[in-house]
């Protein structure tokens, strides 16, 4: 289906449904498919929990978002977890859904201050889709932190998946000699856990 996660047809049953959305690094490009981060996450709580990878390179915020509300009448997601990829990536749509990075020459009008608002627009747009359909959210960040925009929300502090490996002057990488490696993953899961582990039920 273009996700890195089980098919859903047919659908399981027994457990309530984890849906994960975000970018590149949450896809886990570069990564085997036990070396992202969602893969360590789904070994949390595994009795009650099926976790699905709704992760897609190069996605914005308004992608995740349209995502999110595709899914919903497939997984019917008990807990949402996102995370937000930069701020300056919009998706537009023109005879197909294009994903733009901030150099697209069409984001040429956007400025920091409408890259907050688009971000804060499809925040405002994920917990609606949680109200409506009673579902628990949880927010986090691939690169760049926004957690100053988000409080009040249930959001992982300080860390992201750039800078959880800090210990170290150089960054873990993939193959692919981009993204993240697996040592990233691995420790952004475990401080996600640690952080929301007791809510994740």
Known sequence: EGYRCPSWDPMPEGKKNVVVLGCSHTYGVG??????????????????????????????????????????KVLHPNIVIV?????????????????????????KFENDSTDK??????????????????CKTFHCFAQDSYHEHTKGLDVLPEYTIKNCWGQFNKPSLAPDGEHYGVEHHKRFAKLFVDYFGKKLK
């Open 31 to 72: 990564l085997e498919d036990n070396e992202h981060w969602v893969h360590f996450l789904s070994q949390h709580n595994t009795d009650r929990l099926r976790y699905w990878n709704l992760g897609q390179p190069g996605a914005s915020a308004d992608k995740v978002v349209r995502i999110l509300h595709g899914c919903e």
């Open 83 to 107: 995370c937000w990829p930069f701020w300056s990536r919009r998706e537009k749509l023109h005879s197909y859904p294009q994903s733009q990075m901030s150099y697209h020459p069409e984001l």
């Open 117 to 134: 608002n688009n971000f804060l627009k499809n925040v405002f747009f994920v917990e609606k889709f949680a109200e409506k359909n009673q």
